[in-house]
């Protein structure tokens, strides 16, 4: 069973940064698919970057390409997610998944495992 444990979550002002973690509780050679999704209050969950990871090809949704970048680290079975010039809008809460599965999609039922999330806010 993989756990998934977020962490780096805070409060920062806009143009600010961040550094999202998400530890794995075991090895998740099985999960080809790494991904954060956010929510925000009031509105559905969203996909925000994915990482294939026999190939470390990344995706991300169109809000935040250019500012955040998604990587693993295999030695520490970590993901991470850079969040730089964070805005108002990228408030919510973002969580890391773990899916079984050969494309990458931002899509909810494609994830089998999840973490708890960590609550992100970014002040104006």
């Known amino acids: 069973q993989v756990q998934l444990t977020e962490s780096g979550g805070g409060s920062v002002q806009a143009g600010g940064s961040l550094r999202l973690s998400c530890a794995a509780s075991?090895?998740?050679?099985?999960?080809?698919?790494m991904g954060w999704f956010r929510q925000a209050p009031g509105k559905e969950r969203e996909g925000v970057a994915t990482?294939?990871?026999?190939?470390?090809?990344?995706n991300y949704a169109d809000s935040v390409k250019g500012r955040f970048t998604i990587s693993k680290d295999n030695a520490k079975n970590t993901l991470y997610l850079q969040m730089n010039s964070l805005k108002p809008e990228d408030t919510a809460m973002y969580f890391c998944?773990?899916?079984?599965?050969?494309?990458?999609?931002?899509?909810?039922?494609?994830?089998?495992?999840w973490g708890q999330g960590t609550q992100v806010t970014v002040s104006s």
């Open positions: 998944a773990a899916a079984s599965v050969y494309i990458c999609r931002f899509v909810e039922y494609d994830y089998s495992f």
């Open positions: 075991e090895y998740t050679y099985s999960s080809n698919c």
């Open positions: 990482i294939y990871t026999p190939s470390g090809i990344t």
